[in-house]
């Protein structure tokens, strides 16, 4: 004969688990089902993979199965290579005008007063006084997501305005770059001035003897690139960081030739002596200090 525990499986599935019957048996309790708490998890953008928030947080946005270094932002960039409590901001309240009353989908003004609201940031570069393992340093960092970390009058105002400090201070200059839209089309020619006016001012902190080393992330594209970004007296790249002028398939479209496996990445460009080095994220703040101890700075 078949016990009665046999059975049990195959009662319970009449009876939904979010339902169970009380000691009263012409009363059911009713009880919601407890769901998973949203944001517990993220999806790495390389592999597709599932990871514990908390675990990308701990390995400062590093896929643990594929090694992809995803988007984090200028603050969270500032938290991991500086000294904990050391950052001074510069130029906070500059803002972008509005030269050419441009407009597309949208106006210019509202784009970026839709791009403030979203990343808490006045302008896509963030600059400031700081302390790599106690070592002083001038910092700027480019944020991707304000307007695709494009550059304007003003970033190009506060990293010139970086570069002069560094000069002033005799500071070791640190710039780390995003950005998948290089000058901002938004503001013409006042945008393209920006990238001589960076590179004037690199120019001059290169006659001081400072020291410039510049960090590309994924992606560092168009004006960026073609300046300031590529400029540094040391570049360090990311892992598998799209880093270039045009993108490949923009020139793939125009050129109509096949271009080579792995075409723009940061291990490309380092096989063809673009940068010096490729550093992971996790390595970043030792690797700079480093550098700024063997340059004697």
């Known amino acids: 004969m078949e016990s009665a525990w046999g059975l049990f499986p195959v009662i319970l599935c009449f009876f939904p688990m979010n339902h169970i019957m009380s000691n009263d048996a012409d009363k059911v309790v009713t009880y919601k089902k407890r769901g998973v708490p949203e944001g517990l998890w993220v999806r790495c953008p390389g592999c597709q993979a599932t990871i514990f928030r ?44 509005d030269p050419l009353a441009f407009f597309d989908r949208k106006s210019y003004k509202d784009r970026v ?23 002083r340093v001038a910092i700027a960092v480019t944020d991707s997501r304000f307007i695709m970390g494009s550059m304007g009058s003003v970033v190009g105002e506060k990293l010139t305005r970086a570069v002069e400090r560094a000069i002033e201070e005799s500071l070791p200059l640190i710039i780390i770059s995003g950005s998948g839209g290089g000058a901002r089309m938004h503001e013409g020619i006042f945008s393209l001035m920006q990238m001589a006016k960076v590179s004037a001012a690199l120019a001059r902190f290169h006659q001081a003897k400072g020291l410039y080393i510049s960090v590309l992330t994924n992606p560092t594209m168009g ?10 007296d040391l570049v360090f790249a990311e892992p598998k960081a799209l ?34 080095r490729i550093v992971r994220r996790q390595d970043l703040k030792s690797e700079l200090a480093r550098a700024i101890d063997y340059c004697g700075k």
Not at 113 to 133: F, M, N, P
Request: proline fraction near 4%; charged fraction near 30%.
């Open 223 to 232: 004006g960026v690139a073609a300046s300031f970004a590529s400029l540094g």
């Open 54 to 97: 908390k675990e990308a947080e701990r390995r400062l946005g590093v896929c643990p199965d594929c090694d992809y270094h995803w988007y984090v932002s200028a603050a969270d960039r500032i938290r991991q290579v500086l000294d904990e409590g050391t950052f001074e901001e510069w130029d906070a309240n500059l803002i972008p005008g």
């Open 243 to 276: 880093i270039g002028f045009a993108g490949p398939r923009t020139i793939k479209a125009t050129m109509r030739i096949e271009l080579p496996q792995g075409f723009q990445t940061s291990e490309f460009l380092l096989e063809h002596g673009f940068i010096d």
């Open 113 to 135: 007063r839709e791009d403030q609201k979203l990343t808490g940031l006045k302008e896509a570069a963030v600059s400031g006084l700081g302390r790599v393992r106690a070592r």
